[in-house]
């Protein structure tokens, strides 16, 4: 009879495979979740205590963010520097790396892209935009081996020296475009990028560019590289037990410079992309923060290439969000940096969601 | 113009005055690496103290009161970093780095709430100068050290004491014994954790009164980002001062000399600014991989686990 079918024994056992990894990688997001759910928390009480009304700021957010096709293509816009950044501070994390320096391989990788895109405009489009593509994630890279350089050879730690480099890249930056760079006007800006450099617009009016596919692209690359590679097993084993993997015969000193190196020139790509497909020029500031923004973003999608795309989403909606905000209800923008700097604090302590429970038990 | 124009008793007053945020801060981060906690979050700490600071002078007229504040939010700051890093055992990076992105969003927010101004507050009643009657006359050394804010002081009191405290008293004894080597701490009797919540508490309270020696101290107002990287610095300089406080005051002044020299050169115009700007960054940079190999931590900064 159909009772006794075996198919139907098979497909749910099936479904109750499915049902468990699925439920695994739920438990697995719900420190993120609650991480987020937080800092939004906490963000509504600063806005109570300063004298708005969080339903109203939290609704027009998502409303700028998500509301219309024109702000679910500015979302999108703003949230392809941050899936660079983000992917930039993932990679070197990988390897035991606190890169923190993203900001300003982001502004490094950007200026060059600019002054190559701006350059060579007799080139065919296909080619220009490669080769400023690559000029600017070169950039990035190579200032990224700086900090490699001084951490291997010196031992210099990262957190300090990658901030200190982002400095000097924002001075340098904003330094070219104000004297040699500049382009005729009050602006600190280059000229504008030859059209044979600029990226492909997907959403028009939005700015979403070409960059957010190559984003994914690259979000699918990182992941492939850190699972499926050679390179990509060194430098997660020199990650987790650089002594052990030395044993294993893996040259720690190597992969740290790649993981380095491929982290700058993540940031730098990302920094083209803004160049070469939004603003078409290079514009003294016009990073709002994105090598932070990735460094939360990389927590909150649990340090995992595909979770990074989600999270710097959120992020990306913040952005976009919050600009309608200021306008629609006066709230300073920076409540955005409040809440990412929460979801930061929360997501720092993983076990954080443990403790409560148990504390819990024990209080009942 | 000549080089007495740029090196002068002038600059020398300057790099005191310019040393003082750096070393305050630096030993708050002794303070916490002793213990075994990194503490990336001192830049953040300090701005919050700047701000807090002004904020808490603007509303009383009272820029003591301000002080005050600085060091109760840095404090708290610390106890924060403490909670999530000791008891929740969470990664200390991360939790710095969250501090320091918290500090610049809400110092920004509340400018405008209560100034309207993202950029910079109102100017406020500020800590003023005082001669020390005898040093003042001293030729020179009195130009250089004799009439300062009295923070500078305060500054150069705890230098001493800090040193004193590590090497010469139980307490001190114990503090560093809880970072060395916890487990043993812990058989000797003495409370892990309650050190190690002493010694980032403080180190937020160091950082709080560096912050505000920068708003109140050397300006009367509370600018965007203004600590720039000093909280780095001093993260630097207590390496390269060995994470001894005496040592970490040299390194202070070493990096003191490098902002007054860029400040000068900036009165001078010589050079434009952003060149001139960029030079205590990459003094720092270039320190950091001077010395760096010669020196080792005091921990493994790893979280105790009683077992």
């Known amino acids: 009879m159909i009772d006794d079918n075996p198919d139907n024994t098979k497909s749910n056992k099936i479904d109750l495979e499915i049902m468990r990894k699925l439920s695994h990688r739920l438990i697995t997001i719900i420190p993120q979740l609650l991480a987020i759910m937080a800092a939004f928390l906490v963000g509504a009480v600063v806005l109570v205590l300063t004298g708005y009304s969080p339903i109203d700021v939290y609704t027009t957010m998502l409303q700028g963010a998500f509301g219309d096709i024109y702000g679910i293509g500015q979302t999108l816009t703003q949230a392809t520097p941050i899936i660079f950044t983000a992917l930039s501070f993932l990679f070197s994390y990988k390897c035991g790396l606190f890169n923190i ?56 730690h990262e957190v300090i020296t990658t901030m200190m480099l982002s400095y000097i890249a924002t001075y340098l930056t904003s330094y070219l475009v104000t004297y040699p760079f500049k382009a005729p006007g009050w602006v600190p800006q280059t000229v504008p990028i030859a059209e044979s450099s600029q990226l492909p617009r997907l959403l028009q009016p939005t700015q979403l560019s070409a960059s957010f596919l190559i984003a994914i692209v690259l979000a699918g690359l990182v992941y492939y590289i850190l699972q499926k590679t050679t390179l990509g097993y060194n430098i997660k084993a020199s990650g987790l037990n650089p002594l052990a993997a030395e044993n294993g015969g893996i040259d720690v000193k190597k992969s740290m410079v790649l993981a380095f190196i491929i ?18 020029r290079f514009i003294q500031g016009f990073s709002p923060g994105y090598g ?9 999608g649990g340090l995992n290439p595909l979770g990074v795309l989600l999270a710097a989403i959120l992020f990306g909606a913040l952005r976009s969000g919050g600009m309608l905000m200021t306008r629609a209800t006066q709230v300073p923008l920076d409540i955005v940096v409040i809440i990412q700097s929460l979801v930061i604090l929360f997501v720092a ?12 038990r024990e209080k009942a | 113009m000549n080089i007495i124009d740029i090196i002068n008793i002038g600059l020398f007053a300057s790099t005191i005055r310019m040393a003082t945020p750096i070393a305050l801060a630096a030993i708050g981060g002794i303070f916490s690496e002793r213990v075994g906690i990194v503490n990336i979050g001192l830049e953040g700490m300090m701005l919050m103290g700047a701000f807090s600071g002004v904020a808490v002078s603007f509303y009383t007229r009272n820029p003591w009161l301000g002080v005050l504040a600085s060091i109760v939010i840095g404090g708290l700051l610390g106890l924060v970093h403490a909670i999530l890093t000791i008891t929740f055992k969470g990664d200390q990076i991360v939790s710095g780095t969250g501090i320091n992105i918290f500090a610049l969003g809400f110092t920004a927010y509340m400018s405008q709430i209560i100034w309207g101004s993202r950029g910079a507050s109102d100017i406020v009643p500020s800590l003023t100068v ?22 500078v002081y305060v500054m150069m009191l705890l230098v001493v004491f800090s040193q004193i405290l590590f090497f010469k008293t139980p307490l001190g004894l114990r503090l560093r014994a809880v970072g060395e080597h916890p487990a043993a701490a812990d058989t000797a009797g003495i409370s892990v954790t309650k050190m190690k919540y002493i010694g980032v508490i403080i180190s937020g309270i160091l950082a709080g009164l560096a912050g505000v020696f920068l708003s ?19 993260l630097a300089a207590m390496i390269f001062g060995g994470w001894m406080p005496l040592g970490a005051l040299g390194a202070s002044l070493l990096f003191g000399f490098a902002d007054a020299l860029q400040m000068r050169l900036q009165s001078l115009s ?10 205590p960054y990459i003094i720092t940079v270039i320190i950091l991989a001077g010395v760096v190999r010669k020196t080792k931590p005091p921990s493994d900064y790893k979280p105790y686990d009683k077992g």
């Open chain 1, 101 to 156: 320096g993203a900001e300003g391989q982001l502004l490094i990788g950007g200026f060059v892209s600019a002054v190559v895109g701006s350059s060579f405009g007799w080139l065919p489009a296909p080619i220009h935009i490669l080769i400023s593509l690559s000029s600017g994630a070169l950039a990035g890279g190579a200032w990224g081996y700086i900090p490699a350089l001084l951490k291997t050879k010196f031992g210099a």
């Open chain 2, 270 to 279: 010589i050079l434009p600014s952003q060149i001139i700007l960029m030079l």
């Open chain 1, 349 to 360: 302590v993983p076990n954080l969601v443990r403790y409560l429970i148990r504390w819990r």
């Open chain 2, 130 to 151: 005082i001669d020390i009657p005898l040093l003042k006359d001293i030729p020179i050394i009195g130009d250089i050290l004799g009439s300062h804010t009295p923070l």
């Open chain 1, 263 to 280: 982290s700058g020139a993540l940031a730098g790509l990302g920094g083209a992309g803004e160049i070469l497909g939004v603003h078409y």
């Open chain 2, 216 to 234: 109140l101290g050397q300006l009367s107002l509370f600018t965007w980002g203004m600590t720039g990287g000093r909280g780095f610095i001093a």
């Open chain 1, 292 to 300: 932070f923004d990735g460094l939360a973003v990389a927590l909150v």
